[in-house]
């Protein structure tokens, strides 16, 4: 079960940030969706050491509001594909920056096995138990040697202040462990590096003082605040620190069946297309803007939940099609 504050943390606030970017600007959207989990010259360090390029398939596993798969998006042509639990937050990244977005966490990626060209997890395996779960995951999807990105907040000696709800700092030592395990030889890893410019920082806070200003009062963002304190207590304690990893995914057994998807594997892809496609037009079939507005007595389902339905298969098909182009020898890049 998803503790309150990370929900709060992670979702409601995910929503209430996308509808202040929309009245700040879209100069604002990527530093804004990235607060607390990347800057710029992280997510420099992290593309440099995957080595990404036009045209490369990018998963992010919690994935959050989009900022940072936006960001490579933008500077590096890659092709990213979402996948994050939150609905707000999902729901963020496809309204502000019109990604392909999965509803789903890392224990079971619904991606094929060998299809993605790298991977980012930001900020993210601190807030998992079964990390050897997600870490296997985004393995298997991985083609043989390609590339995994983490940002993570790990524990440096004996914790004597409490961990933010959710949260379980892995140590140095367990994370290489956990890397070894699941298939992966750390490559390289760094601390977190400088700070953020000023006008990148300047327009995250911009987006966090109307995100105040509008919600200082809701239960959620008082939530969010506290959790944000004891984060910050515990890095100025030196209790957790921010590490860069770079790992690459070994040749395996189970890896060799990556790379260039099969005939049987496109087929499956384009199976899954029309399965999709199917299940959308049964949720616009069902009218739930025209529900919405009978009364409540009257409804035989709730249109909300219709339109999630419908947000979330778009998001899949959307990730489909990145992934039948990827196999497009076109696409590719000398």
């Known amino acids: 079960m998803t503790a ?25 959207a990527i530093p804004a969706t990235c607060r607390g989990s990347a800057s710029p010259a992280a997510l420099a360090w992290l593309a440099e050491a995957c080595e990404l390029s036009p045209g490369m398939t990018l998963l992010d596993v919690g994935a959050g509001a989009g900022g940072p798969a936006a960001w490579a998006a933008e500077r590096f042509g890659v092709r990213p594909i979402l996948l994050e639990p939150m609905p707000a937050a999902g729901r963020a990244a496809s309204r502000l920056f019109g990604l392909p977005v999965i509803a789903g966490d890392g224990r079971r990626i619904p991606l094929r096995t060998g299809s993605a060209d790298a991977a980012w997890c930001l900020g993210v395996l601190c807030t998992v138990r079964d990390k050897a779960a997600v870490l296997g995951e985004i393995h298997r999807v991985l083609k043989p040697g390609a590339s995994l990105g983490l940002l993570v907040v790990v524990a440096r000696g004996r914790r004597t202040l ?32 400088g700070r953020a410019p000023l006008s990148w920082s300047r327009r995250a806070e911009q987006v966090a ?24 207590h515990l890095f100025a ?95 590719h890049v000398a």
């Open 4 to 28: 309150p504050a990370m929900v709060a943390e992670f979702d409601e606030v995910a929503g209430w940030t996308a509808e202040a970017v929309e009245q700040l600007g879209r100069r604002h």
């Open 162 to 193: 409490p961990a933010p709800d959710g949260n379980h700092f892995p140590t140095l030592p367990e994370l290489r462990a956990l890397l070894a395990g699941a298939g992966f030889e750390l490559v390289e890893q760094a601390g977190l590096p």
């Open 209 to 232: 003082a109307v995100v105040a200003t509008r919600h200082r009062a809701h239960p959620a963002y008082a939530l969010a605040a506290h959790q944000g304190e004891r984060f910050t």
């Open 237 to 331: 304690s030196g209790q957790i620190s921010v590490q860069l990893i770079h790992a690459v995914s070994r040749t395996s057994t189970q890896a060799t069946h990556g790379g260039m998807m099969s005939t049987g594997e496109d087929d499956f892809l384009h199976e899954l297309e029309i399965e999709v496609e199917a299940e959308v037009s049964l949720v616009e079939a069902s009218r739930p803007e025209e529900v919405a507005g009978l009364p409540v007595t009257e409804w035989l389902f709730d249109p909300a939940d219709a339109e999630r339905e419908k947000i979330g298969l778009r998001g899949l098909l959307d990730a489909v099609e990145v992934l039948e182009d990827g196999r497009r020898p076109d696409d």
